[in-house]
């Protein structure tokens, strides 16, 4: 397929409806040569084309963040031709500063193999069918009973119910089991779970947790609660904290990763449907792993 209609075939795919996006503020404030380096039209959108290195596509990827991780995965299928589909438009230190911008070399890759790069970010967030809260919602052993909206109507975050309480211990557990965690971030306020707040992502927002307490959530569960790896994260995220604390939700954090890889990887089930692509998620090994050993170091 060529590049230019399936990229229109995205861009109604992701785009249903246009939200506000602060994830391109972002990108420009930490990758100072954005302008020079990404398509331009994508700096004025929220989603869409961001390097244009091919013409014929064969072969469509998806990950959750443009990471060096996906050198390895390039190399090992001799990947050309193709089109990489991202969530986010900048890698991410889980154990470090957070956002970083693409590296040289990544891009110095993709131009070699024609691989071009798409982005999408709030609109992947929005998606009835793959949104990364609603596939982390969907690996819980709960019902789903409702959805999470800002004032714009921009999805966020879905509530789940168990039949039964949890106590806890037991919730701390079976999301150890869940996500293969070793360890995890936790507030423990209570010991009574029936109702969750579920939030993929930098969960580290005020506002979302608010809604929670008002939407009658118990528990929040998230990617980020405490992070202070960026100027950013150390300007805001002890407000969070302090709003955390006070008020009487559990709140446990898996990381900013591993909470939202199922909406990539059910992406890549929905795309190789719609494209009649070959389609695969990649995953960013180096990074899961270092999160499966030492996500419990950044209590």
Known sequence: ???????????????????????????????????????????????????DFSTDIATLYCAAFPSDDLLEHLAAEEARDALLIVKHPLDWQELGVGFTPISDRLIAALRERRISLYCAHAAHDNHPACAPSLELARALPFSISASMADAHGRAFGYVVESDQPLCFAEFRTLVAATFQLGGMQTRHAH?????????????????????????????????????????????????????????????????????????????????????????????????????????????
């Open 1 to 51: 397929m060529q590049l230019s209609p399936l990229v229109e075939q995205l861009d109604t795919f992701f785009t249903y409806k246009r939200y506000p996006d602060f994830i391109v503020d972002i990108l420009q404030a930490v990758d100072a040569n954005a302008a020079q380096r990404f398509v331009p039209q994508y700096l004025h959108k929220t989603s869409g084309l961001m390097l």
């Open 191 to 299: 010991d009574s779970i029936r109702r969750i707040a579920v939030i993929a992502g930098g969960g580290d927002n005020i506002a979302w947790l608010q809604q929670a307490h008002i939407q009658g959530c118990d528990t929040y569960l998230t990617g980020i609660l405490h992070f202070q790896g960026s100027e950013y994260a150390q300007q805001h995220n002890p407000a969070f904290i302090a709003q955390l604390q006070a008020s009487p939700l559990n709140a446990v954090g898996i990381s900013h990763y591993l909470s939202e890889i199922r909406g990539s990887i059910k992406l890549a089930q929905l795309l190789n449907a719609i494209t009649n692509l070959p389609t695969a998620f990649l995953e960013e090994r180096c990074k899961a792993q270092h999160i499966y050993t030492h996500w419990e170091h950044t209590l």
